[in-house]
């Protein structure tokens, strides 16, 4: 596989960009893997490349029933911070912000990884007290993080609104400086094309329908392309589909699926160099490269499949982001789009064992799996080397909704929840 | 967007008078001390989410304020039937 550097890209314009290798492979499966993936997102491709490029484990495919990349990896609003309150969970998304700080250069792909800040806003007391606490709690654990007062905001972000004439007017805000965004189809990509360099076989356009489980222990899985593929280890990744994955493999998993929207502008000038979202008046934007504003909504409230929502939410995110920004309103939208999102009652993911020998479920990142695409697949790529779950990944087991140890980071989860 | 029929009000009225207040028809353990962990965690956590039809509570928040039932389509998002409290679905999956 060609390596990617300014040299190759003059060389290649030479032959005007016609020559470029292939970026991956496309092949046909074997009989029988070490590892199966099902589902070919961010997540379980970084899984794949962490396990043939980390963990030795080459003889791995995934699987994958659309495109790679085309599901919420495709979706979602790109953010990147790792400022969350419990230990569990700030350890998770602070190595994965580590990994995130070397990726392009790892992957030798880039993935535009631009750490441009995040601020969280309060516009309460009780917001600014819960912002306080959670940036030390932050601190405590060796992430980035400052308490802003209004002033302070203001200069970061001089088109926010901060005077006391807003309905809710800032108050102050979190920041953390080495938060930003990437670009998230590259990402997937990126670890695609390593995880391919590797000898991943990556197998697209081809359901898991069934697994294959025998005395309680998952020995392949079924698919509609290729028949009966066998492996002794089965991860699934596959986010929204969870819950209806788990009942083929016999148990139930405490998600529900929602419908999350965002939208984005037409392109304009830079305006706006970080990332900005409210908690408590539900809307958070940032700019992308390319000039257009990119806006995320809360998650509807019921439970769809449908990748749609309702018109009502989006109009209230509209609302906030327009008191937020009053210099947005004549931007005009130009998308508007809904994924489904795999949200767990604690708002923390399930990185977990399960009753099913051999099976290894990655799932339950709700709103915010994005941002931990490397750590999620190099702590699951771990888990399944090993066959033990790896020690960051230990508190995210399935079973807590039984012995009560939940991880409640709704506060930190930020607008979604 | 939905247009609900409120039970109540005998009217339909757009979405955002309205609340989801998740799946309809969960059993309080009559006898919570007695539950194994497992089936403590299973009534607090464990919710159904189909892919198809899901009977689930919603409540008319800006208008009569009273709770009813709805059973919709999760993928079509189409509501096949309204009925209140107490009463049970006539529409259920296969």
């Not at chain 1, 995040?118 to 992430?143: F, K, P, S, W, Y």
């Not at chain 1, 016999?250 to 965002?262: I, K, M, N, V």
């Not at chain 1, 990119?294 to 449908?306: C, N, P, Q, T």
């Not at chain 2, 001390?33 to 892919?51: I, L």
């Amino acid at each position: 596989m060609q390596h990617y550097s300014g040299f190759g890209l003059l060389k290649h314009s030479f032959s005007h960009h016609e020559n470029w290798q292939r970026v991956w492979r496309n092949p046909t499966p074997k009989k029988k893997y070490d590892v199966i993936i099902v589902g070919g997102g961010g997540h379980g491709l970084a899984t794949a490349y962490y396990l043939a490029k980390q963990f030795g484990v080459t003889n791995v495919a995934v699987i994958e029933k659309g495109f790679l990349g085309g599901g919420n990896t495709a979706r979602n609003t790109t953010i990147v911070r790792s400022n969350y309150l419990w230990d569990e969970s700030a350890h998770l998304y602070e190595h994965a912000m580590k990994l995130w700080e070397g990726l392009s250069q790892d992957l030798n792909y880039n993935v535009m990884f631009s750490q441009r800040g995040c601020l969280n806003l309060g516009h309460t007391l009780q917001d600014m007290r819960d912002i306080e606490r959670r940036v030390n709690a932050n601190r405590l654990n060796g992430i980035d993080g400052e308490v802003l007062d209004a002033k302070q905001v203001n200069e970061i972000v001089p088109i926010l609104d901060c005077s006391g004439n807003a309905r809710y007017p800032v108050m102050g805000a979190s920041w953390q400086p080495r938060a930003g965004v990437a670009r998230h189809d590259a990402v997937a990509w990126g670890f695609a094309r390593g995880a391919d360099m590797h000898g991943v076989d990556l197998i697209q356009q081809t359901e898991v329908v069934d697994f294959i489980i025998e005395d309680g222990t998952v020995t392949g899985v079924k698919t509609d392309r290729y028949g009966d593929i066998m492996a002794d280890k089965v991860g699934c990744v596959v986010a929204g589909h969870s819950g209806y994955m788990a009942a083929k493999a016999g148990f139930e998993l405490p998600l529900e699926s929602h419908p999350l929207q965002a939208l984005v502008s037409e392109p304009i000038k830079p305006i706006l160099d970080t990332v900005v979202m409210s908690n408590h008046v539900h809307g958070y934007a940032s700019q992308s490269d390319k000039g257009d504003l990119v806006i995320g909504a809360g998650i509807d409230s019921y439970v769809g499949y449908g990748q749609r929502g309702s018109y009502p939410t989006i109009e209230h995110t509209i609302q906030a982001i327009v008191e937020m920004f009053p210099i947005f309103s004549r931007v005009r939208m130009n998308r508007q789009w809904g994924g489904i999102v795999d949200t767990c009652p604690d708002a923390c993911p399930i990185i977990s064992k399960t009753p099913v020998k051999n099976l290894f479920f990655n799932c339950g990142w709700g709103t915010g799996g994005f941002k931990a695409t490397p750590g999620s697949g190099h702590v699951f790529a771990a888990s399944l080397a090993k066959g033990e779950m790896h020690e960051m990944a230990e508190p995210f087991s399935m079973f807590r909704f039984h012995n009560g140890a939940l991880i409640d980071e709704h506060g930190a989860a930020g607008v979604a929840h | 967007m939905f247009y609900i029929y409120c039970p109540y009000c005998g009217e339909h009225r757009e979405e955002e008078e309205f609340h989801n207040q998740g799946q309809a028809h969960i059993e309080r353990p009559a006898d919570p001390d007695s539950c194994s962990d497992e089936e403590w965690g299973n009534y607090m956590f464990f919710r159904k989410n189909p892919r198809g039809l899901h009977h689930e509570i919603w409540v008319h928040a800006a208008g009569c304020r009273k709770f009813f039932n709805v059973t919709r389509h999760t993928v079509t998002y189409e509501i096949k039937e309204v009925y209140k409290m107490g009463e049970q679905p006539k529409v259920v999956a296969e």
